[in-house]
């Protein structure tokens, strides 16, 4: 006999198993797992199984089947059943299944449920995802000055963490820089521009007025301080303020083209 367990979670589907499984039981199943949309947050499945007898002949067959036709699209399937049966469903969920299994006794349903709610608290795969962590990197110019409002509406939307990262490429250095009498100057325009940006970045995280925003100032190339600083603070959306431009940009390959290319998350160009 099989019957459909009600959950209060969008991203599990749940059913219970008991004495001897049917072909109408599978064909049942089967039905209700291809009911649910390619688009659903439905990821995780939830097996009990009580005082189980085995099954029919034909259901073998449509067990087989439907594991290789749907159970495959869950990323997480607990089992929970009788320990005579752990070995046999171990074995049967290892041949079947694409996604993680484990095995669950009847005292430690609650574990069952917990360990499903792990992975439904991830992002859901598609769009729009669950973004966590949204780095905007900013040029602070005038020509972007909305981008920022754009970028903490988007964060604001997810209740995300936001980053406002401002990227400073070293200054060119040529042999006049090297002179004794030049170095001074150029330690002190360099903290010029470092002081400046720190003012800005300041203003700007004022003006978003978003209490999950954080500001942070780097310096080095553009593109891989961008990537990298995403990957190492796990950030799952990067925004970037994109402007039409000519000539070497379009040889070279703009910096939003770059970081797409080179990122490992998604990433959002705001035009401007």
């Not at 796990?234 to 379009?250: N, V």
């Amino acid at each position: 006999m099989l019957k459909e367990i009600p959950v209060n979670d969008e991203c599990i589907l749940a059913f219970a198993i008991t004495g001897k499984l049917t072909h109408r039981d599978c064909q049942e199943l089967l039905a209700r797992l291809k009911s649910v949309p390619e688009t659903s947050a439905a990821r995780s499945l939830l097996l009990e199984v009580e005082a189980f007898e085995g099954w029919e002949a034909e259901a073998a067959w449509d067990t087989l089947s439907l594991g290789m036709a749907h159970l495959k699209e869950f990323e997480r399937i607990a089992i929970i059943g009788d320990k005579g049966w752990e070995v046999w469903i171990i074995n049967l969920a290892r041949f079947l299944l694409r996604g993680k299994s484990r095995y669950f006794e009847h005292d430690q349903i609650d574990e069952a449920w917990a360990w499903l709610h792990e992975e439904t608290s991830k992002p859901v795969p598609g769009f729009p995802r669950r973004y966590r962590h949204i780095l905007f990197a900013t040029d602070l110019s005038e020509a972007t000055r909305q981008a920022p409002i754009q970028a903490r509406d988007i964060a604001r939307q997810y209740d995300a963490k936001l980053t406002v990262l401002h990227v400073m490429e070293p200054l060119p250095i040529d042999g006049d820089v090297l002179e004794p009498g030049t170095i001074p100057y150029q330690m002190e325009f360099e903290q010029q521009r470092t002081d400046n940006a720190a003012q800005q970045m300041k203003e700007l995280a004022q003006r978003l007025d978003y209490p999950h925003t954080t500001t942070k100032i780097l310096s080095g190339s553009p593109v891989s301080t961008i990537v990298s600083y995403a990957d190492e603070h796990d950030a799952d959306l990067i925004l970037l303020a994109h402007r039409c431009h000519s000539g070497l940009e379009r040889l070279m390959g703009s910096i939003t083209a770059r970081v797409v290319k080179h990122a490992s998350c998604d990433v959002l160009s705001l035009r401007v």
